[in-house]
């Protein structure tokens, strides 16, 4: 809300105004009370569209469609004044405390989970059911046209709202080079120009139920045009991923390009009922609606202010309770104005979400900094024991073996319950872990191992719900490529300091891994408060003992095949877990309630990432504290100063996977084309690295090629999760971070086996790199999440 200006009048009608709310294609709009207090959005047409008889009489129509209109989702005309005699014309309509969908989305929470999005598809189905029914046509349904409240979304805005039965030839509506409606947000009869029917309305309700499940514009912002982004909307197929599995067949039914093959609102509602009375918002929207009514109910109205000259007629990001506020979305002409009242734009942007929050704030920071923190807590467990690959004492695989076994575990938790809880149990756990390994002496091998395996399963938690986070604390993409490449740098790179850690005392390691735990414990509260999507979904206790076994299995024969990998025990564990792993993916094809369901392994990108992870995990991950090992025992170097001389290799990670990735997927760049290039320079570099140390260089003559592979790291790894882990997945965010991390545990398992099997230098890494790099070109097809086409 704004001030009055000076220039606003104090009262219009019965109503007296107290703020401004923005302003619409039409005119100003304002928050008035009545007198009884009743609060209420008051719309005055503006002056020079008020002296025009035409428009006068459009306007007294869309009042007239509205008043017909009015019932339980949409907002009600309560009064108004259309009279041709009127000095300005008005109308005032029910004050929808509550913001618009976009502001929802885009600001405030991101993609909403499938339950909510199933309940918006319900009310707005009902909502076009009563337009249609008055013989309207709303025309303009758009996320900024929809408005949240605790019981349900509103449908406001019938400003271009259009009566079925026969109109004037001479109509605003029909005007040569009026383009009416939101370009992000048309159907394709809309865009083509031809007559429309209740079917048009329909579409755009899947476009609406597109972005609310997955952040995106259906079609996509474009720098391309209007023309270009029209043409998509008439004549390409729209993407779907990240739609909810259950909600696909509807939304694409919605999304038919013959208006006729659509499904009639009755048939979307029936399709989407069941739900009436229940809580349909996730907690921290529900919170933040609250606060808004609270603050509606203390609002003081504040002085008038004073200006200079008057107040240019702008459109501006509508306000939470706006019934007209219109986003500045389309430089044609908009619906109702006169061509030549119309000032022309140098530039078109589709509808898009108005309202962003700057990447820096601190918020968000805060929140990627717990995420670091608790990652990092993870990292120096794992390097706990990192030269250990005979594979006899249990301590080489306690850890191991119960973190893989439960990564499956962790995302179905994210899935269920959300992520910042998951990732305060797990954090929550790994102290308690640290407390007992601490305390237990060096005579005390069974309370040592217990410790080990609890610091591996609790691990196993945070590392999972980490990069789900991730996703959910930057749903916009720009600012998300970003924060993953700080993932990735801490994900790939740590390892290659924290193996230094490997030979430190056990005492201060878990000293260190307890203090940035509790720290994370303590910032966590930053991270937002998740709620379960679908409440009513059961556990998948067959799917969590399936997929964790097989991946148990798989490590232990890893683990085991250290010294050889012919003998009947590692042949028997690796058989064993294949099996488990495809008795686990069969399952899933056919249960009604999957912990990793098919359309997540159906994606091709998806699929290409997990299998490029896998093998860039064997080529990579493995080697990191090998690398380190080298470093002591050939060059010398001390347990202190190892991971050292690793910081510019972190650096080199942190260069490509936070600067050069995210600016260069700005540009457009595909992620396959950065896989490729980062997945051919890493394996130069550790080539040059590997032959500097045979010929018995120093670190001086290695440092170059550290860094070549460090920047080759981070070129590859950030696009990797990007794709991976994807706000567009809704409720199954959780499991595919626990897919990629299984991926990539499983290739490092592998890798390390290899390299204490193989012996010599690890010249077997470069082909899996190579190998990596060649599934990620051909199979990760996606175009760049901060692409302008997407």
């Known amino acids: 809300m704004d001030p009055l200006i000076a220039e606003d009048p104090t009262h219009v009608g019965p109503y007296r105004l107290i703020a401004r709310l923005g302003a619409g294609g039409m005119g100003l709009v304002y928050l008035g009370r009545s007198e009884v207090g009743r609060t209420v959005a008051v719309k005055v047409v503006q002056p020079e569209y008020a002296a025009h008889p035409e428009f006068r009489k459009r306007f007294a129509r869309e009042v007239a469609a509205a008043r017909r209109v009015g019932g339980s989702w949409t907002a009600d005309v309560l009064d108004a004044d259309t009279d041709t005699t009127a000095a300005v014309p008005w109308v005032a309509t029910q004050y929808i405390a509550g913001p618009d969908l976009t502001t929802v989305v885009a600001r405030d929470f991101g993609p909403l989970p499938e339950h909510s999005v199933r309940v918006l598809a319900n009310r707005l189905a009902l909502a076009l059911r009563v337009v249609h029914e008055a013989g309207l046509i709303h025309r303009d349904l758009k996320p900024s046209n929809v408005l949240v409240t605790v019981d349900g979304p509103r449908v406001i805005d019938f400003g271009i709202a259009r009566a079925m039965d026969s109109l004037a030839g001479d109509s605003l509506h029909t005007r040569t080079g009026m383009l009416i409606g939101s370009p992000g947000f048309m159907s394709p009869e809309q865009v083509r120009g031809l007559e429309l029917t209740p079917a048009s309305d329909v579409f755009c309700l899947g476009a609406v139920l597109v972005y609310a499940a997955t952040g995106r514009l259906l079609f996509g912002a474009t720098d391309t045009g209007l023309n270009a982004h029209l043409f998509r909307v008439a004549e390409e197929e729209p993407d779907l991923t990240g739609v909810p599995e259950s909600l696909l067949g509807l939304v694409r039914a919605c999304l038919e390009k013959d208006p006729a093959a659509r499904p009639t609102p009755e048939r979307i509602a029936a399709l989407t009922g069941g739900d009436e009375g229940g809580v349909w918002l996730p907690g921290e929207v529900l919170v933040q609606l609250g606060r808004h009514a609270a603050q509606l109910l203390d609002y003081v109205p504040a002085a008038r202010a004073e200006t200079a000259a008057a107040q240019p007629v702008t459109e501006t990001a509508p306000h939470a309770g706006t019934p007209a506020a219109q986003p500045v979305t389309e430089t044609a002409p908009r ?135 991730v996703a959910t604390v930057f749903p916009e993409p720009k600012a998300r490529v970003r924060a993953f490449g700080v993932y990735a740098t801490v994900a790939v790179g740590g390892p290659a300091v924290g193996a230094s850690t490997g030979l430190m005392g056990r005492g201060p390691v878990l000293v260190v891994i307890a203090l940035l735990a509790l720290i994370a414990l303590a910032g966590s509260r930053v991270l937002p408060h998740d709620r379960p999507d679908r409440p009513g979904a059961r556990f998948d206790l067959p799917g969590v003992l399936l997929g964790g076994f097989g991946v148990a299995l798989l490590l232990y024969g890893s683990v085991k095949a250290a010294p050889g990998w012919g003998t009947p025990l590692v042949l028997g564990l690796v058989a064993g877990g294949a099996v488990l792993l495809a008795a686990f993916l069969g399952r899933q094809g056919a249960g009604s309630n999957p912990l990793l369901p098919p359309s997540v392994l159906k994606d091709r990108s998806r699929l290409g990432g997990f299998l490029t992870m896998l093998l860039a995990g064997a080529g990579i991950l493995a080697l990191l504290p090998p690398l380190a090992f080298i470093l002591m025992m050939n060059l010398g170097f001390s347990v202190s100063t190892t991971g050292l001389a690793m910081l510019p290799m972190v650096a080199a990670i942190a260069a490509g996977a936070v600067e050069i990735s995210p600016r260069l997927l700005a540009r457009g760049v595909a992620p396959r084309v950065l896989l490729v290039s980062g997945l051919v320079v890493t394996p130069l570099g550790l080539a040059l690295t590997i032959t500097g140390i045979e010929s018995g260089g120093g670190y001086a003559a290695l440092l170059p090629a550290m860094l070549l592979a460090g920047l080759g790291i981070g070129l590859a790894f950030m696009p990797l999760f990007a794709v991976v882990v994807d706000t567009g997945l809704g409720r199954h965010t959780g499991v595919a971070s626990a897919a990629v991390v299984t991926a990539q545990t499983v290739g490092a398992g592998f890798g390390t086996a290899l390299y204490a099997s193989q012996g010599g230098p690890p010249w077997w890494a470069v082909l899996f790199l190579l190998a990596a790099g060649l599934t990620g070109g051909l199979m990760v097809t996606a175009p760049s999440p901060v692409s302008p086409r997407r």
């Not at 030549?340 to 918020?363: D, E, F, L, M």
């Not at 993870?378 to 990192?386: C, I, N």
């Not at 594979?391 to 973190?403: C, D």
């Not at 640290?434 to 591996?456: D, T």
Request: proline share 9%; net charge positive.
């Open 335 to 469: 619906a109702g104005v006169p061509a030549q009242a119309q000032a022309p734009a140098p530039a078109y942007t589709p509808t898009a979400p108005a309202h962003r929050v700057p990447v820096a704030s601190p918020r968000r920071r805060g929140g990627l900094a717990v995420i670091v923190l608790a990652q990092l807590a993870v990292l120096l467990g794992v390097t706990r024991d990192p030269f250990d690959l005979s594979g006899e004492s249990p301590q080489s695989y306690a850890f191991a073996v119960p973190f893989a076994a439960l990564l499956l575990l962790g995302g179905h938790l994210v899935d269920r319950v959300g992520g910042r809880r998951t990732l305060v149990v797990g954090l929550s756990g790994l102290v308690g872990a640290c407390v007992l390994g601490g305390s237990a002496g060096e005579f005390a091998p069974a309370a040592l191992i217990a410790a080990r395996v609890l610091q591996g399963g609790f691990g196993a938690l945070v590392t999972v719900a980490a990069p789900a986070l």
